[in-house]
């Protein structure tokens, strides 16, 4: 031990000189090589490290890749078997039958119907409740409201889609006189509930960044609060808006649980013919395109045209989902730049 | 009265008319979360006791208790969690701390941001498609996991992105100042610095992951199983599903619903209780924080 000790001290004394000696004329070979050495070795381990982790960053686009391939790979033989057109217009959804039937029909527009629905009622909720988070409300009121508001987002959906089944059905069978309240109001009604926090929350923040310039050169040209929202506020704010609410539609059009426990999953087509012009209704069951596959998908054979039928119809789902995102997306950072320019 | 006074008059009672609308849909808002959860805590209180927790359930469902669901979303959100906070954090250390804006961290984020968007369905059928039938893992906890795991990696990613975003600059520059390489610096000044930001992402995303069920019922999820899952490949009973079960496919829907909300209460005392101890964690931590 105290030989080792005493040569690696004389080495650092060596090098020590060796270092002083070239305080002239650089460092001696010697040294440099080491140096060299080292410096090279960490480089290579950094750069492996930063190759690794770009690897891992990559990921995401790798399984974003594979659900789209593995959607297609999949939906294929339900496509030759039966066409596309078959698939978005037929009307009868009946897979398991004897004489089976792939028409999607009615689910497409159950989802569109019944997400629409929601939105009728949410959007204007939601903004107001946004405009009186980010405009009337107080500071410290306002710190206290937004992460309850939030709370409102953890609810597990399955647990939205009971109170919709026990609660909020037996009201709208009562109101309504219907024998059953599983209808597609009540599916709307939920999912209004569930993009609530989504909507108020991207909004508030969307009139948030709102330059306060803006707001008080309105209000120095003697214009109310209230003007100043809606002139101002909300038209500075709109494409952060739109960009909530698309938001709140990509994840009503892809909600499950509480829909499939709330709506009532009947086969029709969401219609009701009024001096013959067939118009859409929420008034019956209807089953939308993901509760097809929640209700169906655990115990399809694998393999069976049916089970590629489902397949599809996620596709469907997984595209209405991606426009309406990269929409949404588009829509944010247009509101983020014009901001920034401001 | 001028007409000058008039206008302004009814300028203000039309702002004080709208704010108070406003008023009432935030109001609204408040009344429908708190609804909610007196209407869960208030039906749900009376079924919850000892025997509720630890007791397998009996008579088909209208007796015992509920363990097996809480033991098994136990497992499978903690198997999830343990599969994508690794790749999660290091995907994020790519984005924030290696990446240069370019073509490739734009088309990543695109990409993030589109994971998170697409229906948890969807996920579902994609794990019964890829895990349990093509890589022949079966309807099972393994499968669940993962499929959940790639549900959850763009929520990880996010939460640990902002907390790596959380540590000022000024920490890389001086560990790079001092000869530090970049792995350096990272691992012991940037991580360090980060992983309490990191962990409450993680906390949350468990929370999520413990509530879904949509991609479980495809992928492992068992309508009844009085025995607990010993291997990844066996299948289990959770809490969302059992919840699911009880409130639509049993026979006697109205003798069960007790249970039912017991198991609603659970759940949501379960996540809500995941998200307090991240929040409070936040909040110690910000506190000691210095810069």
Sequence with gaps: MANTDETSLQKAKQRAGMARQSEQGGYSREVQEELLQQSSKSNLGNFLLEKAFMLSGMLTILILLLILGFLLQNSWPALREISLLEFLTGRRWMPSSPEPGFGALPLILGSVFVTVGALLMSVPWSIAAAIYLGEVAPGKIREILKPIVEILEIFPS????????????????????????????????????????????????ALNSV???????????????????????????????????????????????????????????????????????LMQSLRTLTATIAIEGSDVP???????????IGLILFVITFVVNLVSDIMLSRFQEVNRND | MTERQATINRKRIREKFWFAVCGFFMLLTLAVLFWILHDVISKGYSSINWTFLTERPRQQMTEGGIMPAIVGTFYVASLTIIISVPLGITSAIYLNEYASKGLLVRIIRLS????????????????????AATLKLGTSLISAALTLSIMSLPWVITASEEALKAVPNTFREGGLALGATKWQTIRQLVLPNAISGMATGSILSLARAAGETAPIILTGAAFFLPVLPSSLSDRFMAMPYHLYILATQHMSPEIVRPIAYGTALVLIALVMLLNLVAIIWRYQVRKRQTW
Excluded: C, Q
């Excluded at chain 1, 709208?172 to 939920?190: D, M, R, T, Y």
């Design chain 1, 302 to 312: 694998w393999g069976s045209t049916h089970y590629h039928a489902l397949f599809v």
């Design chain 1, 211 to 281: 330059p306060k310039d803006f707001k008080e050169a309105s209000i120095a040209l003697g214009a109310t609060r209230w003007e100043t929202v809606r002139n101002v506020s909300l038209p500075a704010a709109s494409s952060g808006i739109v960009a909530a609410i698309m938001l709140g539609f990509g994840r009503a059009v892809g909600e499950t649980m509480a829909v499939l426990m709330a709506a009532g999953n009947a086969l029709d087509m969401p219609l009701k013919e009024i001096l013959n012009i067939p118009l859409p209704t």
């Design chain 2, 112 to 131: 993030i941001r589109n994971l998170s968007g697409v229906p948890s369905i969807v996920y579902g059928l994609f794990g019964l498609g890829l895990f």
């Design chain 1, 158 to 205: 399955v647990v939205l889609g009971f109170i919709a089944l026990v609660v909020v059905s037996p009201i709208i069978s009562n109101v309504f006189n219907l024998s059953s309240g599983l209808i597609g109001l009540n599916g709307a009604i939920v999912l209004a509930v569930m993009t609530l926090p989504t909507i108020i929350s991207i909004s508030e923040d």
